[in-house]
């Protein structure tokens, strides 16, 4: 009888042992960011900065033969570093010719056309299908439809990691996608997205005076805003 209860003890503390190291096998989750800005490594080996750190939302229209698409460009920008960071999202090919005098003036008219092509909600549907899809599989990278570009804008040169001349690594996980409101300068709430990116990029540039390639590596946590505002880097 003492003989099936040792045999029996020894059972249960392989089965737990084994169960331990099932459980440290398994990857880490990775933090979320709480505040705006960027976390991780630079290709130079300097910091990124985490105070002063200010947010703008952009837009980019191109076109080749007479096909235009179009994309949103969230901006983190730290002004004690330099380094700014961009995120531009899926892009999405318009039904019509876009002018090419309608980025002149105010940019109103540009920003009414480009949300009718491009709606905020369509914005929010793409994030939403790409945060689902990373959240179901550890093994899945967003880099198809995301580009990121890392500008030192005090010394005027860009990093990039270009899907034509794509390199590894070229992780880029969309870790959640918050919806939300802030108030405009007129104290009207504007919908806004904030989104945590998981980032692991091997990025070049083609300034000669810096290293030419290096690793980007961290959690970023960018912001959209409905009204394409980029005050905040003007402020």
Do not use: H
Not at 1 to 16: D, H, P, R, S
Not at 95 to 112: C, F, S, T
């Amino acid at each position: 009888m003492e003989i099936v209860k040792l045999n029996y003890f020894g059972w249960v503390i392989a089965v737990f042992l084994l169960a331990s190291c099932e459980t440290n096998d398994d990857p880490e989750p990775a933090p979320v960011l709480e505040t705006l800005g960027f976390i991780g490594t630079l290709p130079d080996g300097s910091e990124f900065g985490s105070t002063n750190t200010k947010s703008a939302t952009g837009l980019g229209v191109s076109g080749i033969n007479n096909v235009y698409s179009g994309r949103y460009i969230a901006s983190l920008r730290n002004f004690e570093s330099g380094w700014s960071l961009g995120l531009e999202s899926p892009i999405v090919t318009f039904n019509e010719e876009w002018p090419r005098n309608l980025g002149e003036g105010d940019g109103v008219e540009l920003k009414a056309k480009f949300k009718k092509a491009y709606s905020f909600d369509l914005l929010v549907e793409k994030l939403k299908s790409e945060e689902k899809k990373c959240n179901a599989d550890p093994s899945y990278t967003a880099f198809d439809n995301f580009r990121i570009t890392l500008t030192q804008q005090d010394e005027y040169f860009t990093y990039v990691n270009d899907i034509n001349d794509r390199i590894k690594p070229d992780k880029v996980k969309i870790l959640l996608v918050e919806l939300g409101f802030e108030q405009n300068l007129d104290g009207q709430d504007v919908r806004k997205i904030e989104v945590v990116v998981e980032i692991e990029l091997g990025l070049r540039t083609a300034d000669g005076g810096v290293p030419q390639s290096g690793l980007l590596k961290g959690i970023a946590r960018f912001k959209y805003r409905e009204d394409i505002y980029s005050g905040e880097f003007e402020e």
